[in-house]
């Protein structure tokens, strides 16, 4: 009876797992949808599998290939035109005789968290920063002071964005003459 106590109680081996592999490309099944998420080695998986079909099938696997493959040129070549077109504005706006705030809109456009940004902005210029909405229903950065050349150096340099595609607008009160 003590030996077969002490048996029970003894730690097993390790068994051995049986992995089912895919016959086309080798890959576990376990792993497989994490594999077609890899653009390249999906279209070698997709061909690799296009031999165990019939021609039709083929051939309309192909067309679909390279319908979707058009397709994703052409969105990054109209997200790129987009971006290339969209405009920063940025608006120095009076609030109270001379205290001012900077106002930045079209940030969104050229792929930037507009919260980040704004963070950004209020350690960058010691000021008080925030996104707020605009009354056409888009987003905006309002900053306060008067940082409009600050902020257009910023965006140009750090962000990337085009000189040619910021504008910089700033209301200026005209003295009367009198």
């Not at 999906?42 to 397709?71: C, Y």
């Not at 120095?92 to 980040?116: C, F, I, P, Q, W």
């Amino acid at each position: 009876m003590a030996e077969t106590a002490h048996a029970e109680a003894a730690p097993t081996e390790p068994q051995a797992r049986q992995v089912v592999y895919c016959s086309a490309n080798l890959i576990p099944h376990s792993l497989f949808r994490a594999f077609l998420t890899l653009p390249a080695i999906r279209v070698e998986a997709i061909n690799a599998s296009l031999s165990t079909l019939s021609i039709d099938a083929q051939k309309r696997a192909q067309k679909d290939a390279a319908k979707k493959e058009a397709k994703a040129a052409a969105s990054e070549a109209k997200e790129a035109e987009a971006k290339k077109a969209a405009m920063v504005i940025i608006k120095r706006v009076e609030r109270n005789k001379r205290k001012y705030v900077t106002e930045v809109s079209g940030l969104e456009a050229h792929g930037m968290d507009l919260k980040k940004v704004a963070k950004e902005f209020g350690k960058k210029f010691a000021t008080g920063s925030s996104v707020t909405k605009t009354a056409s229903g888009g987003e905006e950065i309002v900053v306060q002071g008067d940082n409009s050349d600050d902020i257009l150096d910023w965006v140009v340099d750090v962000a990337g964005v085009p000189d040619e595609n910021v504008k910089c607008i700033e209301d200026k009160k005209k003295k009367s003459a009198g």
